[in-house]
């Protein structure tokens, strides 16, 4: 076991890992040999890869790289936890199985540090885009899931490709605004789950906000997206919540 610090916890999201980007593979290594190992838990709020097929593609080299990482903080008494994002929802029991981590469903709400936090990936709360919420209901669906994964894992591929081409190509010529996060669903969300403060990625909008629910405000940390040559975390400790840089 590790000498980690059981009350400290990271949140990391949006690293989108792929052979093609082995600056921001590299900054991931570091960070998992370094500032993790003094952590209680590491948790990942979705999207650490750029894709994931299904977890018949465990043996790809690539992927097995990733797993073997993580398990091997895992194995160091790190808590790991994982939450699904839009573009690696296909993550599924084998795949924590051999990387040493805990699913977590989407929203979760958990004690850190003494608040009331809800955990979410953040692309439900997109509210304003209302092409893309269809389409995340359809994706989401078990029927599709299970009839998805039924198909050739070469066939997959080549469909997620396509859609993540498409998917790009619309995010060029959308309003950036219904591309974050609605507020008025977010007020939702926290008085939905009792919660007092809210953990998120997918928008990219690194940040904390201010939120008015029942006359308390509640703090919304938005984790950032990683590059080759910086990401980010958020660690929350004895003595607070705060961005770790990463480069």
Not at 7 to 13: E, P, Q
Not at 187 to 208: D, K, W
Not at 221 to 227: K, R, S
Request: negative net charge; charged residues 20%.
């Amino acid at each position: 076991m590790s000498g980690s610090n059981d009350s400290s916890a990271l949140f990391i999201s949006d690293l989108h890992l792929s052979p093609h980007a082995a600056g921001t593979v590299h900054l991931f290594f570091d960070f998992l040999a370094g500032p993790t190992r003094n952590a209680g838990s590491l948790t990942i709020l979705g999207d650490l890869f750029d894709y994931w097929a299904g977890d018949d593609d465990l043996n790809d080299p690539f992927n097995a790289r990733i797993v073997a990482a993580l398990r091997n903080l895992s194995d160091s008494g790190v808590r790991l936890e994982f939450m699904a994002g839009n573009r690696d929802f296909l993550i599924g029991e084998a795949f924590a199985a051999a990387a040493g981590l805990t699913l977590l469903p989407d929203p979760v709400v958990r004690d850190i540090g003494g608040i009331k936090t809800l955990l979410t990936h953040g692309d439900a709360l997109c509210t304003d885009d209302a092409d893309y919420q269809r389409f995340r209901a359809q994706v989401r669906a078990p029927a599709w899931r299970t009839t998805f994964l039924a198909r050739p894992l070469a066939e997959r591929k080549r469909e997620i490709e396509a859609l993540r081409a498409r998917s790009e190509a619309e995010k060029k010529i959308k309003p950036m605004a219904i591309m974050d996060v609605n507020t008025t669903a977010v007020v939702a969300a926290l008085t939905e789950q009792g919660a007092q403060a809210m953990i998120h990625g997918h928008t990219h909008r690194q940040g904390c906000h201010a939120h008015a629910v029942a006359g308390v405000s509640c703090p919304r940390w938005v984790l950032g997206d990683w590059h080759a040559d910086r990401g980010n975390a958020l660690l929350c400790d004895s003595t607070g919540w705060h961005w770790l840089a990463l480069a």
